[in-house]
């Protein structure tokens, strides 16, 4: 079974819209967290957001929130007021217990397009 | 910025040539990756290494091995390339964010885009 699902292969946004993309995973363990990385053109991989499974708030950063549903296994990044620049491919990512050195799965990706 | 370089940026090899990818960190992390980048599959590991000399197999590790002999340095060799091991190779860290809420996250170099002809 797929660790990481991301049913969205593509998504389209109005500038200065809010847009939401999908990702649903599967684990057993308690312990776990949740990211979120942008890779534009240029090929980098950029961190984006961080949710641990303990959080009990969803995490924000600036126009990034992650919307956290625990019990549906589902941690759903909430881009708001899109810009130009947001126009990128997007992944969710999980890595499981607390350990720094645990293995990250990552989805197949997102790709963002903002339109003018 | 995590301080990660990988070497070379591009490369271009023939079928069953040997092929080295280098990864380097500045900021003595002990946990280093290597991941695989494919038009849908997202990322995909390759191996990783949790110190000097200790090292493990990921999800895709065939046809692939890697060396670690300084903290600094982590090798992904490619003994003899195959035209499915075209691909981008990442090499990422992993580095604490809050160690008390056990937020690791891990950091990516620039990549090494490898053709293999």
């Keep these: 079974a797929q660790k990481i699902t991301q ?64 019990a549906r296994k589902s941690a759903n990044l909430v881009i708001s007021a899109s810009q130009l620049g947001d126009s990128a491919m997007y992944f969710c990512a999980m890595r499981e217990g607390r350990n720094t050195g645990n293995q990250f799965y990552f989805g197949t990706g997102t790709s963002l397009t903002v339109i003018p | ?18 092929v080295t990818l280098r990864c380097h960190q500045t900021e003595n992390h002990r946990y280093m990756y290597w991941y695989r980048q494919d038009p849908g599959h997202g990322l995909r590991l390759i191996h990783y290494s949790y110190g000097v000399k200790d090292t493990d197999k990921g999800e895709v590790s065939d046809g692939y091995s890697v060396s670690r002999s300084k903290t600094e340095d982590f090798l992904l060799t490619l003994e003899s390339a195959t035209s499915s091991q075209t691909s981008v190779y990442f090499c990422a860290i992993s580095r604490s964010r809050d160690r008390a809420a056990g937020s690791y996250e891990q950091y990516f170099g620039p990549g090494t885009r490898l053709t293999v002809t």
């Design chain 1, 7 to 70: 049913t969205q292969p593509g998504m389209f946004v109005q500038e200065k819209e809010a847009v939401t993309l999908d990702c649903t995973y599967d684990t057993s363990d308690q312990s776990y967290g949740l990211f979120w990385y942008k890779q534009p053109s240029s090929g980098e991989m950029i961190f984006l957001i961080y949710q641990g499974s303990y959080d009990e708030q969803n995490a924000t950063e600036g126009r990034y929130s992650l919307n956290f549903q625990k």
């Design chain 2, 1 to 18: 910025d995590a301080g990660i370089t990988q070497s070379p940026r591009h490369k271009v090899t023939e079928t069953g040539t040997p």
